[in-house]
Nanobody
Framework: QVQLVESGGGLVQAGGSLRLSCAAS????????MGWFRQAPGKEREFVAA????????SYADSVKGRFTISRDNAKNTVYLQMNSLKAEDTAVYYC???????????????????WGQGTQVTVSP
């Protein structure tokens, strides 16, 4: 069982930056691949970024590539999402997720993840 708690969301102007954190409970955090998803009002939940359990592989949605960076610190049981050059269309609730996957595998689909956080709101003003 893994419990996930996101933090770091807030209101920021377009062009600004935020860093989201996702703290995980459980001693097996390092064996989980992690991901970030987001959901804007009236839209489907969409993939944002993913990282393998070792941190050696990452994947990004085209819409955030070059602006967002996912990373993890297994010693702190935490995964991060650094978001730069934010745009109004990045406004959404951001969720972190954990899924069982080994090696360099990254998970890009929501159904691959077994555990989800409650989400943190990110609002980007134009």
């Amino acid at each position: 069982q893994v419990q996930l708690v996101e933090s770091g969301g807030g209101l920021v102007q377009a062009g600004g930056s935020l860093r989201l954190s996702c703290a995980a409970s459980g001693r097996t955090f390092s064996t989980y691949a992690m991901g970030w998803f987001r959901q804007a009002p009236g839209k489907e939940r969409e993939f944002v970024a993913a990282i393998s359990w070792s941190g050696g592989s990452t994947s990004y949605a085209d819409s955030v590539k070059g602006r967002f960076t996912i990373s993890r610190d297994n010693a702190k049981n935490t995964v991060y999402l650094q978001m730069n050059s934010l745009k109004a269309e990045d406004t959404a609730v951001y969720y972190c997720a954990a899924g069982a996957a080994y090696g360099r595998l990254v998970l890009e689909t929501a159904h691959s993840y077994a555990y989800w956080g409650q989400g943190t709101q990110v609002t980007v003003s134009p």
